[in-house]
Nanobody
Framework: QVALVESGGGVVQAGGSLRLSCVVS????????LAWFRQAPGKEREFVAA????????RHADSVKGRFTISRDTAQNTLFLQMNSLTVEDTAVYYC???????????????WGQGTQVTVSS
């Protein structure tokens, strides 16, 4: 059974940086897309970024372009999200997810982690 475990969340001041990690275990990643989503209280789950495991093609939401970067370490089966220039609007629970198409809808992803809280203070 595939498991995704996020880490790296925490509290940071506005303008600061955090790096999230997601370790994928229990399965072989091939023609998969791995993605980061986030969900703030009272809001819908929002696409942040995605990467195709083979080839490394990436896609970022407009709201994070130039500030966040998704990457992966194929040897360690680990997904990363480097977040710079954080704002209070980035406060949310961040989830990693596994799917097939490089999509932006949560429906495109079938496996999810438990989430990690990111809080940005002003």
């Amino acid at each position: 059974q595939v498991a995704l475990v996020e880490s790296g969340g925490g509290v940071v001041q506005a303008g600061g940086s955090l790096r999230l990690s997601c370790v994928v275990s229990g399965g072989t990643l091939k023609d998969d897309a791995l993605a980061w989503f986030r969900q703030a209280p009272g809001k819908e789950r929002e696409f942040v970024a995605a990467i195709r495991w083979l080839g490394g093609i990436t896609r970022h939401a407009d709201s994070v372009k130039g500030r966040f970067t998704i990457s992966r370490d194929t040897a360690q089966n680990t997904l990363f999200l480097q977040m710079n220039s954080l704002t209070v609007e980035d406060t949310a629970v961040y989830y990693c997810a596994r799917g097939r198409p490089l999509g932006t809808s949560p429906r495109a992803y079938h496996s999810w982690g438990q989430g990690t809280q990111v809080t940005v203070s002003s």
